[in-house]
Structure formats: C-alpha cells, structure tokens
DNA sequence: CTGAAAGCGCTTACAG
DNA sequence: CTGAAAGCGCTTACAG
C-alpha cells in the first residue's frame, strides 16, 4: 500500500487540508500540530505524490521550446540545459510542449516560448512577436527578455586567471561564426588582458568551429604554425577537448607546458578539465520565470547569470 | 483555456467516458461516434493530458534508472535514449526515479531497474541481485533481462552495403575497450565481408577510442601509414564524424574517393552522414516492457532491435 | 454501445 | 489555526 496524505492525516489526527499545509509551509499551521504532522511523515517515511500534485498546482500556462535545427539539439550543452529546463517545469508544475521548426500548423495553444541563439532567430522571433507570444531567449537579443550566462564576466575571469597564474603568451580559440556569446566571450578574454596592464603580453586569437574537431584543428595549425602559447582559452569546452586532444598528439604535456581553459563547465568531458562554469540550473530556473512573468505582467527582463571558474589539472602555473 | 476530455465531450455531444473510451481504444464505440468524436479531437488539436492520465491509470509499479558515472551521460546516443525512456514512461503512467551512484540509502522503493552498460556494471548487477530486484540492461549480458540493437546484423548489412557499392578495399574504425557492442558491430561486418565469398577483398581492422577525436586519429593515422582504402566503416557515429574531419584535412574527397559508414543513426551529428541506425524509440519500449513483465511474471528475456541503413551523402560508389 | 459517478493524491479558496 | 469541499484531467467499473 502506497501511504498517502489521507493516512498521514489521520495518524495525526487532523485533516487532509492541514497535512497539505505543513508539506507547502505556506498558511500558519500551529507548531504543534506541525511537528506532530511531521513526525508522522517521517515515521512513515512519506514523500508526497509529485504527479497529484502537479495536477493539482499547475499553472493554467504552457510554455512552448523551440529549439533550433541541426547538431546542437544533440551537444552536451544543449542536454544539459534541456534536463534542467524539464526539471525546473516539473518542479513549478508548468506544462510545456516542444515546438516543431515550423510552428504555423501549431493548434495547441501556449502562452510563452522558450528559444535558443540559432540562424534564423531574427524570423522566429518576428514570427512570434506577429502572434503577440512573449518569447524568452536563452541567449541575448534586443528587445526581449532574455536569460545568459555572464560570458563577459566569464572571460573576464579566464584572463585574470591565466595572468594570476603567470601566463603571458596566450592563445584564444574563438568561433568564426558570428555567435553574440562568443563574442562577449572574447571581449571579456580581452577586457582581461588590458585591464592587466602588463606589458610583455602576447595574445593570438584564432578563429573555427566550436566543436571538438574545431578546437583540434585551430590548436593543431597554430602549433604548427610557430605559436607556442603557454596558456590556451577556449571559448567552448568541446573545443578545449579538441585542443587537449591536439596537444597530446603533438607530444606537449598539459598543464606542464601549456595549460588549457574551457568554457561552459561541462567538466565531464574530459577529466580533470578546467573550464569557466555557467549554472545551468539557474539559467533553466530563471528562464521560466521570466517567461511566467511575461505571460502575467507582459515584462521585458534581460538576466545575466554568473560563472564560476572550475580548477581542474588542465590548468597549471606557466612554465618560467 | 486549455482544452480538455471535457470540451472534447462536449463538442462531440457525447460524455466524457465516451471520449476517454475512443483515446484507448479499449472498449467497443460505435464507429459513427469514434469517427465524430476522432474529427473534433483532431480539429481542436487536442492531446491527452498525460499528467491526469497517469494519475488516474498508473501502474503500481516504479521503475528506477541507474545510470553510469562519467563522460559519456553527455553523449549524443545518451541524450537521445535518454528522452526516449522517459517519454515511453510518460505514455505507459510508469513511474520512476533516477538512481544514484550508491543506491543503498535509498528509501523510496523501486520495483525494476533500468541500466546501461558501464564499467561496473557486474557489481550493479549483483547487488540488483543481492535485494531480488529484477534488472533490465540496455546491452547484452547472459542472465538477465537484456535489450539491445542488432549490432551484429548491423555490422553485416554495412559489409553488404559497401560490398554492393564495389567496395573492395576496407578500413575498420572500432573500439580498443573490450565492449560487447563493439564486437558484435565488428564480428558482423567481418561475417558480411567473409559470406560475400569475394576473393579480391582487403580489410584492415584499427582500434581506438569512440569518440569524433577517437575516429579522427585512426583514421588520419591509417592514412599517413599508407592506407588507402576506398570504403571506411567506424564503429560509431562520432567516430565517422572524426574520420571526416580527417578525411577532410587530409584532402580526400568523399564520397568520390572514400566512402564513410557510421553506426548509431545521429544523422544530425554531420550533414548526410550515412549511418546504421538504432530504433531507439523502440528500444526505449521495450526496455520498460520488459521490466514490467520481469516485475509482473518475473521472466527475463532478451530481446534484439533491427536496425537499418541510413543512405547519405557520405556513401557512394566506388572510385574505379 | 454509452452515461453518470467515483476515484487517482494532492491543493486551495471558503468558512468558521 | 483548521476542516469540509471542490477541483485538477483523466479512467473505469457499474448500470442500463
């Protein structure tokens, strides 16, 4: 038998709607009546039904995600931030539906869209915005609420560090394509640097794709081509597995000679890998509430979420 | 407003039992009224609410997934087979809960477990064992309830298909990890090679990691040690995507002058990548099947899912 | 074949 | 502070 909040009520002797009230914390229950009640869950080891519960507490809104086509739907990054956003639903009894790439045929009804940076992000917002559908992107744009790590503050951080940590030459994997965050990433990396005032820095930029081959050929060929960099910062972390990897290959050991910095906190791809972390549940978290505040106050919020930077032994003192 | 069973039934002028019967095509309705009521669900767009459904129909039963520890949680195959399971319990009102590393502190109860394939995956078994809890791997392993693709038949179909293209000279990519998987993926593709009764066949086997840097290296390092074979079939999608990247690098075109097989079917991880491909969404179903039958009538069976070939732009006829 | 009603386990105004 | 009741959206005996 599965215990319920119907058995706990009347173990301890009061109704259901009072159970109800010591599990939310919400209206004042009298601290003795609530510790009784709690001791009764505990003995009987109850936790409450989460699908009873979301059926009950959800909000009348359903939120569409709409993601963007192609490889990214399978990057780690992108399941990362896909658990957290379904959690995060889960967890604030909000309903969501996925949306197709076209979203005209569309009948079922939603109230917001959740969006990632992708190519044609100018017409899907303009789509939207046609159809009068506040939109939340995960990412940064003009005009809409929108939810980012702190990717100027982040390489901000990766500079600073790698300084701290006695580099001077420096190499920057960056991304050809014309990503706004990758771009706040690399004015923060350089933001850094100036901001050192040290003289005697080097710093080259470089510039591919930001997956694991990307960053292997970008290391690869500045290698080859005479850099020699003691201190490398990427703006992906599957690039500073790319460069790890290129590394090895060209027999340069890590962090001995060259020390290697990711982006994004995805530290399990490789280990011991150091890397500049977003909070992805905090991003997920504050993704929908902006996106339930621009459904029932129609505001417009931009949220800049911090990092935090992950040692790992990927990132050492530079050789002298 | 969401639309709900009770619109439906209202729109339909039946009741809401009527409705819910045609959803489940359980008990007899009178085709008049199951088309009617079909052509207004179909006309609102309408899609059972499947929190509601589970907590009216659940199963008794939870399931738990144990997944393994380390890098490849965030792997393309991961993600997708991921999200497939927990659709299929969506649909079939299974509940379940993610499991630790370290289940024993675990109080909620679970009935049946669903893992992967992992490291240690002997002592998760035995202790599955130790407190009589029925286990359904996603892999192979004698004893125990057991859903996997037919890497096997996979492999020979790649060998049949590249046979059939004209070619004649083969490059392996597999894995050095001693995986079942591998193997069979492996042992297929020789099998297939072996029965076309060719006399005039070459086939070189090299072994790495299964990774897009894994494939990249092996292939990169066949060719410069003089391989020139006219069709390449890698153990795994990421692996072919590797081999690309270094087909690429190298200047050879494919598919003119080399042809590229993957294994796994996530065509989205390279544009046209030929690929043969799990049925995963079916995997996913039967795994949760066969758990349930294990709680049920604690059998334990193995089941194999077909796979099939994914033609793309990266498979061709053979140079002559 | 179909409707009316009870039930899944919880929450939340509404009274008191 | 607390109870009784309605409701979340669906399913399923039970009658008819």
Redesign the pocket.
């Known amino acids: 038998m ?1 215990i ?3 058995e706990i009520a009347r173990q301890a ?9 010591v ?2 914390g ?9 510790l009784n009640v709690l001791e009764v869950m505990k003995r009987l080891d ?4 989460p699908v ?2 979301e ?3 959800r909000s ?1 809104h359903t939120l569409g995600i709409w993601v963007g086509a192609g490889a990214n739907r399978l990057s780690p990054y992108f399941n990362l931030i896909w658990r957290a956003l379904l959690q995060e639903m889960q967890m604030r009894a909000t309903q969501f539906i996925e949306l197709p790439l076209d979203i005209t045929p569309v009948r079922r009804r939603f109230d917001a869209v959740l969006l990632f940076h992708c190519a044609d992000i100018d017409n899907r917002l303009a789509a939207l915005a046609d159809r009068h559908i506040p939109a939340v992107l995960i990412g940064h744009y003009p005009g809409i609420s929108c939810v980012a790590p702190d990717d100027l503050g982040g390489g901000h951080l990766a500079a600073e560090r790698m300084l701290a940590l006695g580099h001077r030459r420096m190499l920057h994997l960056s991304l050809a394509d014309d990503l706004q965050w990758a771009k706040e990433r690399a004015n923060g990396f350089e933001a850094g640097l100036s901001a050192s005032g040290l003289k005697n820095l080097e710093s080259t930029t470089v510039l591919g794709e930001g997956s694991v081959l990307g960053g292997y050929r970008l290391m690869r060929d500045a290698w080859n081509l005479g850099q020699r960099p003691t201190g490398v910062f990427c703006a992906t972390d599957e690039m500073a597995v790319g460069a790890l990897g290129a590394l090895a290959d060209l027999g340069v050991a890590v962090p001995r000679d060259v020390s290697v910095l990711g982006f994004d906190g995805l530290t399990e791809l490789h280990p011991g890998l150091a890397s500049v972390a977003q909070d992805i549940p905090a991003i997920a978290h504050m993704a929908v509430s902006l996106a339930l505040a621009a459904i029932e106050k129609n505001s417009v919020r931009q949220k800049v979420v911090p990092v935090t930077l992950i040692e790992g032994t990927t990132l050492g003192q530079a050789p002298r």
């Open positions: 599965k319920t909040i119907g002797a009061v109704s259901k709607g009072t159970v109800s009230r599990i939310n919400k209206s004042t229950v009298a601290e003795k009546t609530r109850y936790v409450p039904d009873a519960r059926l009950s507490m009348k």
